[in-house]
Nanobody, 118 residues
Framework: QVQLVESGGGLVQAGGSLRLSCAAS????????MGWYRQAPGNQRELVAT???????NYVDSVKGRFTISRDNAKNTVYLQMNSLKPEDTAVYYC????????????WGQGIQVTVSS
């Protein structure tokens, strides 16, 4: 079993910054993809950014150049630095871990609110 604990959300004005953290504990597999998704009211959950254990990254177009994902493999923690925040970034952000095992194992955090005021 894996537990994901998120922190760092909150309320910020447009143009401001926040840093989200997600720490994984429990049974950890070395080959994995850690990332962030978000869901705004009335919208489907969407991928924001992911980073593999090998360092490859992927971002949704709307956050490229503003958000940076990073991770500390020794601490099993993934971060999302969010700069130049916009009101449309307002959502519940979810941490996700996908372990590349057979079968695949996927876990979600409980979600953390990010609100950007205009």
């Amino acid at each position: 079993q894996v537990q994901l604990v998120e922190s760092g959300g909150g309320l910020v004005q447009a143009g401001g910054s926040l840093r989200l953290s997600c720490a994984a504990s429990g049974t950890i597999f070395s080959i994995n993809i850690m990332g962030w998704y978000r869901q705004a009211p009335g919208n489907q959950r969407e991928l924001v950014a992911t980073m593999s254990s090998g360092g490859s990254t992927n971002y949704v177009d709307s956050v490229k150049g503003r958000f940076t994902i990073s991770r500390d493999n020794a601490k099993n923690t993934v971060y999302l630095q969010m700069n130049s925040l916009k009101p449309e970034d307002t959502a519940v952000y979810y941490c996700n871990v996908l372990y590349v095992t057979t079968p695949l194992r996927e876990y979600w955090g409980q979600g953390i609110q990010v609100t950007v005021s205009s």
